[in-house]
């Protein structure tokens, strides 16, 4: 079945950088879709950015300039590369794919940006 398992979370100054990585197996990982989305405490989960399998992005309005997603079709991983971190960008960070009528989760990475 789909596994999405994320990586490089952690606690960060205001200003600095992390590079999340979510490793998928169990699909086709070039034909799909991927993206990151993030719930803060309180908060509905939102979509920060997501990558097509022609490496077309998009992002939320919140983290243009800040955030590049990226893919790496050769290790199955998609990562996203956080630059300019701000208190309001601390999360639990999802990786996230779908199949047909199926959403699969990854069990998500905390983010956590100090002023």
């Known amino acids: 079945q789909v596994q999405l398992v994320e990586s490089g979370g952690g606690l960060v100054q205001a200003g600095g950088s992390l590079r999340l990585s979510c490793a998928a197996s169990?699909?086709?990982?070039?034909?799909?879709?991927m993206g990151w989305y993030r719930q803060a405490p309180g908060n509905q989960r939102e979509l920060v950015a997501v990558?097509?399998?022609?490496?077309?992005?998009n992002y939320a309005d919140s983290v243009k300039g800040r955030f590049t997603i990226s893919r790496d079709n050769t290790k199955n991983t998609v990562y996203l590369q956080m630059n300019s971190l701000k208190p309001e960008d601390t999360a639990v960070y999802y990786c996230?794919?779908?199949?047909?009528?199926?959403?699969?989760w990854g069990q998500g990475t905390q983010v956590t940006v100090s002023s």
């Open positions: 996230h794919t779908s199949r047909g009528r199926n959403d699969y």
């Open positions: 169990g699909m086709f990982f070039s034909i799909n879709a």
């Open positions: 990558i097509s399998s022609g490496h077309s992005s």
